[in-house]
């Protein structure tokens, strides 16, 4: 497994016993695929060459991002990165993406694995826990507890971690929306979140070092899939 090793840096809160979470009956047919990992790491290119590379091999496959998906989902996201919203509480932030991420499994992620679909999706709930908790100071176990509640308890079958430093990731970035814009601390927590993440929950997260070129990063992150679907 590519990757940093752990122990993770001093910061995050101290992270609780491991606790799963089945997936609903209605979406336990189809396979849910979750990238993540910080700023720059390449999940907005990867996720759809994914998609395709899946559909190349005869899935049928959904895709989507997050924060969005449908005219809701739309509006949060522009509330929540415009770069002018400089005064959003941390609580506030929270539940603007949990409302946009509720009304997207109910119209597209449901649906979809209630179909038997592959769905593909840049960014899900691994995100909230490291921006919202580990990054912005909120109690772990409060965002853990609002997450499973705006889901229904729904958690990826795998989660593919890109991993990269964040003085790395956020150097590509041409532009910057308001999380982007953080400051570096921020970030440095935002990545130690993920990294605790990857070490609380193994048996889902795979981590692959995203701060290597393009194609090296896609290769493997396609092998980890192959291996998932057979």
Known sequence: ???????????????????????????SRGC????????????????????????GRGFAVTACAEPGGGALGQAIRGLLLNPEHTNIAPRTELLLFLAARAQLIQDTIAPALAAGQIVVSDRYSDSTL??????????????????????GGLWPD???????????????????????????????????????????????IR????????EQVQAELFR???ALVG
């Open 1 to 27: 497994m590519s990757g940093p090793t752990l122990p993770v840096s001093d910061g995050p809160p101290s992270p609780l016993s491991t606790i799963h979470y089945p997936l609903s009956t209605a979406a």
């Open 32 to 55: 849910f695929i979750t990238l993540e990992g910080p700023e720059g790491g390449g999940k907005s290119t990867l996720a759809p060459l994914l998609a395709e590379h899946l559909r």
């Open 130 to 151: 490291a921006y919202q908790a580990y990054a912005g100071g909120l109690p772990l176990e409060e965002v853990e507890a609002a997450v499973n509640s705006a889901t």
């Open 158 to 204: 795998p989660t593919l971690l890109l991993d990269v430093p964040p003085e790395v990731g956020l150097a590509r970035q041409a532009t910057r929306n308001r999380m982007e814009n953080k400051g570096l601390e921020y970030h440095r927590r935002v990545r130690d979140g993920f990294l605790a993440q990857w070490q609380r929950h193994p048996e889902r």
């Open 207 to 214: 981590c692959v070092d995203a701060a290597r070129p393009l």
């Open 224 to 226: 980890h899939v192959e």
